[in-house]
């Protein structure tokens, strides 16, 4: 087989709280060669996480002025800070036939998709997974345990919530997070069957 072949670039998003952090961290176990994009965020770093590692951590101005220098494939404003996709995150991997991760939010992957219509590569190498809750009770569940947030918050990211899955036609698939396996085994699935489109693959695939 030729070495032209392109990657896929599997984009994964979910309302707050879903379980795209549980799921993404099973999903890197399982695939070690799969490449995951790091996002730049304004947000202040959690405890354990490293620069360079979870994301790229910038100040507002050096935010803006990367936007201002057309290095985003798209960013977006979540909860009060700035998240966004390097386009040499994605673009340069893709080119070399790495397969690549990305977890970002619902804008975002829209976002993307308005910039597939006009760009190729990108209409050739993205999957959209929307990763969904069994119902809005399990969960507001889910975040409550969480316990990282005030019950204000809660209600506003179940109200967020609700906007967001009204997109899921917008996506190319919809993963329920019910059972944790079953989940990622989908989500396994997926990128799997990514790796076999025939969109991915040269005119000469075969020497
Ligand atoms: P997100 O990254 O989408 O905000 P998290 O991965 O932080 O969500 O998950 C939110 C909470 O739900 C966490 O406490 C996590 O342990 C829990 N969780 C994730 N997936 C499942 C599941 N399939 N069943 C039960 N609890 C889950
Ligand atoms: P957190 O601050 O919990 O790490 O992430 C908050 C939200 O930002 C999550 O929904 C996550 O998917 C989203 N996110 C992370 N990186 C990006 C990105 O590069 N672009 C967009 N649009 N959203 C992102």
Do not use: W
């Given at each position: 087989m030729s070495a032209k072949r392109l990657g896929s670039a599997v984009i994964i998003s979910g309302p707050s709280g879903v379980g795209k952090s549980t799921?993404?961290?099973?999903?890197?176990?399982?695939?070690?060669?799969l490449q995951f994009s790091i996002s730049?965020?304004?947000?202040?770093?959690?405890?354990?996480?490293?620069?360079?590692?979870?994301?790229?951590?910038?100040?507002?101005?050096?935010?803006?002025?990367?936007?201002?220098?057309?290095?985003?494939?798209?960013?977006?404003?979540?909860?009060?800070?700035?998240?966004?996709?390097?386009?040499?995150?994605?673009?340069?991997?893709?080119?070399a036939g790495k397969d690549v991760f990305l977890d970002i939010d619902v804008q975002g992957a829209i976002q993307i998709q308005?910039?597939?219509?006009?760009?190729?590569?990108?209409?050739?190498?993205?999957?959209f997974i929307l990763l969904a809750p069994p119902s809005f009770a399990v969960l507001e569940k889910r975040l409550r345990d969480r316990a990282s947030d005030s019950a204000e918050q809660?209600?506003?990211r179940l109200a967020k919530a609700k906007y967001e899955l009204s997109f899921f036609r917008k996506y190319n698939y919809l993963v329920v997070n019910d059972q944790l396996d079953k989940a990622v085994a989908d989500v396994a699935a997926i990128i799997r069957s990514a790796g076999l489109r025939t969109d991915r693959l040269p005119e000469d695939f075969l020497q």
């Open positions: 799921v993404c961290g099973k999903v890197r176990e399982q695939f070690p060669e730049c965020t304004t947000r202040q770093p959690r405890p354990g996480e490293i620069d360079g590692v979870h994301y790229y951590y910038l100040s507002k101005d050096e935010f803006e002025k990367r936007i201002a220098n057309g290095d985003f494939i798209e960013y977006a404003r979540v909860f009060d800070n700035i998240y966004g996709t390097l386009a040499s995150e994605v673009i340069e991997r893709v080119q308005a910039a597939a219509e006009k760009n190729p590569l990108l209409k050739k190498v993205c999957e809660v209600e506003m």
